[in-house]
Structure formats: C-alpha cells, structure tokens
C-alpha cells in the first residue's frame, strides 16, 4: 500500500521512508520542485520512494495525482504552507486526517491568538491591522514595542518589530507593501528567551517529547539563528510547560499528531507565539531522533494511519543531545560556496553539515530563514555543551556570495 506526502519539510525525508517501510508502504512524495529535497535524496538508494512531479499549489492536479496511487491508505500533512490543501484532500478521499476547519483555524494565528485569550491562555489585545488602521490605534490596542505579522507567515518572513512610534510607522509601511500570505496583524512584543516545546498527541492524549532552545538575532532583526535539545528545565518549569501546552492545544483544537510550539518565557510565565501542527523545521526531527534514540518518524506514519504511536508511551531522552546553528551570508547575491567546511572535523561534537542552498543560488533575504544557506549540527551530553561546540565550529564557516 501507499502513503503520500504533499510536500514535505526540508529534512526528515529519508527517516520518514524508513518507517513507511516499517510499517509496510511506500512512500510517495508529490512535489513541485525537487531541489528542495536535494540532501535527503541523495541519502537514499535509487526508487527508494516514488516521486510525483506536479504543481503542488493546484489542488486539482494534487488530487488526480493521489488517485493515480496505487491503494493509497494514508496522506502526510507535514508542512505549513500545504496543511490546509491536505487536510482538505484527506477528508474528500476519506483517509485518516484531521478536521480541516481545526487546520484553518491553526492557520491563522490571529485566529489562534483570540481563541487562546478566550480561554485564559494568552493576553487579550491582538488586532488585525487594515489598510486604514493607523500608528496610533495599534499602540493604544497593543502598546510598544510591537509586532507586526503575517498571520499564516512561516520562518520568520513577513515580521516586523517596532519599538517606537518611528518604527511602528516604517513597518507598516513595509509591511502593506508585502505580499502575505494571510492577513496582516499586530500584538504586543514578548520579552524573554524563546523556546519550543515539541510534542505528540492522539485523541486528546498528549505527550511533552522535550523542550528546544531557540537562539534569535539582535534585535530588529527576527531571523533564528540556533537552537538546542534538550533543555534541562527545574522540574518545576518543565511541569508548568507539560500543563501549558496540553492546555494550549486542547483550547486550539489539535488533539492528534506532531506539534512544534513556540513560545516566549516572559516574567509572567510560558506565552504563546505560535502553534505549528507538525514536527518542528530545520533538523529538529533528526535532533528529536538522537536524544530519543528511536526514529520518531514512526509516529508520524501512525497518526498518518489513524493509529496510536507507541512513542506517546516513551522512551525518555537518553541519547545525545543536539545543538543547531544557522548559516547565513553577510549581503545579499550569488552563493559560490562555503568556506572553513574543511575544518569541521578538528572540532568535538562530530559536526555535521546540511547545505540548504546550493551554488548558484540567490541570496535575496537576510533578515529572516530565508537567507540561510546551511546547518551545522553538533552533538553534547548536554544542550549546553552541544551549543558551545556548534558556535565554535560554526565560526569558521562563511558562505561566500559574489554581486
């Protein structure tokens, strides 16, 4: 039997073929541009999947693809930017899947925002921003500093920070000349460290799988720029998280699969910045891999099946942790390459390098994940430890651009 994926992330392909395998189909990928999957590729054999070609965007030619499939049992809902579309397909071809109002809803952040607050789980205050809105209804609805956003943006694009009255005009400014893929918004800005709790739920049932540090660039740029697994919380905080997010997604309507959950610890406590329905992007799967010593791949095919993962009943971290850093060119144009790469294996922490570009690309954007052009992953006995060796071996890396 088969079991498709519209699209899928970056990383995590190879690992997801494996436990198709496992379980006993073949993995289809329908895509609309293979480079995306150029790494994951070439870490497997030849006709280890079947690859569609099609124009992912165009939900008819989607759906004429999946019925071609041969006894198609289950389709992988994995991205952001192709939830709804497979929700969508998933119910009219009456496979395992979620409820597509819940996936729109979990679109929106906005949406998600007031919903949260109706429950006690967020501040009050968030407010769509219209053509006609103005500087001053935004600081008297959200105060400063704000952030203005895409409420259906990815990877930090389409976010604007605004710390005075100055910033907040430039930005909606810049932000009404964008091209959203939502709606725009604002909310006021949270101040302390960001993390991600990465979690796995069935019907309700919810496990808290551990908790990432996101490392983010100085301000005004939001781009990330590391993260590291797992944090060793107090027993206390790592509870008052567990409780958190299971509250959080129960109020925002995700009861089953992969939940990548970010949110800022301010003085107050844990608080929402946004709620992805899978498993977290960049190599977060593969960091999750390593400290659980299992391929939690496995459970992404189960709740694709509409079956109870065995990973919501352990095992508990006992393997390395992982730490990540992100590469980004110094100016915008061309990618020649990478210099210092060479070097990584006179560093502790077994570096490993995943190119997200390829020479000859353009580099257009600094200011957000899309002018990453690699990820330096590392190992530790600790978060910690792992991060102090990703930033030192990710100090002799440059990605070298030309105009």
């Not at 006709?47 to 693809?65: C, Q, Y």
């Not at 393997?319 to 992100?326: E, I, N, Q, R, T």
């Not at 580099?363 to 030192?392: F, K, P």
Request: charged share 20%.
């Amino acid at each position: 039997m088969t079991i498709a994926a519209l699209e899928a992330l970056s990383f995590g392909l190879a690992r997801i073929v494996e436990a198709a395998e496992a379980a006993g189909h073949r993995l289809a990928l329908l895509t609309g541009d293979r480079a995306i999957y150029q790494h994951e590729l070439a870490q497997l054999p030849p006709g280890a999947l079947d690859i569609v070609d099609v124009d992912t965007h165009d939900p008819d030619a989607s759906r004429a693809a999946l019925r071609a499939l041969p006894d198609l049992a289950g389709l992988i809902n994995s991205t952001d930017g192709w939830s709804v579309p497979a929700a969508d397909l998933a119910a009219e071809l009456g496979l395992p899947g979620p409820d597509p109002a819940a996936v729109r809803r979990l679109r929106d952040k906005l949406a998600v925002r007031r919903l949260l607050a109706e429950h006690g789980l967020g501040p009050e205050g968030a407010m769509p921003v219209g053509p006609s809105t103005t500087a001053e209804e935004i600081v008297a609805g959200v105060g400063l500093p704000a952030v203005l956003k895409d409420s259906a943006g990815t990877s930090s694009k389409n976010v604007w920070l605004a710390r005075d009255r100055a910033e907040l005009g430039a930005a909606l400014e810049r932000a009404r000349g964008a091209a959203l893929t939502g709606r725009l918004f604002a909310e006021r800005y949270l101040a302390g460290p960001l993390y991600s709790a990465e979690t796995l739920g069935f019907e309700g049932e919810t496990r808290l799988l551990g908790v990432f540090s996101r490392q983010t660039s100085p301000l005004p740029r939001v781009r990330e720029e590391g993260a590291a697994f797992p944090v060793a919380l107090p027993q206390e905080e790592s509870e008052t998280v567990r409780r958190w997010v299971g509250d959080v997604l129960a109020a925002a309507g995700h009861p089953t699969g992969f939940a990548h959950v970010e949110f800022v610890w301010t003085a107050k406590g844990p608080e929402l910045v946004e709620i992805n329905r899978r498993i977290g992007g960049a190599l977060v799967g593969e960091a999750l891999c390593r400290a659980l010593e299992v391929n939690v791949y496995h459970a992404l095919v189960d709740t694709t099946l509409g079956r109870r993962p065995a990973l919501l009943d352990g095992p508990q971290p006992a393997g390395d942790a992982s730490a990540l850093v992100l590469i980004y060119p110094d100016r915008t144009g061309t990618l020649v390459g990478w210099s210092g790469l060479d070097a990584l294996a006179a560093f502790p922490g077994e570096p490993e390098w995943y190119p997200t570009a390829a020479p000859g690309d353009r580099v257009v954007h600094l200011d957000d994940q899309r002018g990453c052009t690699g990820i330096l992953l590392t190992r530790g006995a600790t978060a910690e430890l792992a991060m102090h060796r990703a930033l030192s071996a990710a100090g002799t890396i440059r990605a070298v651009v030309e105009d």
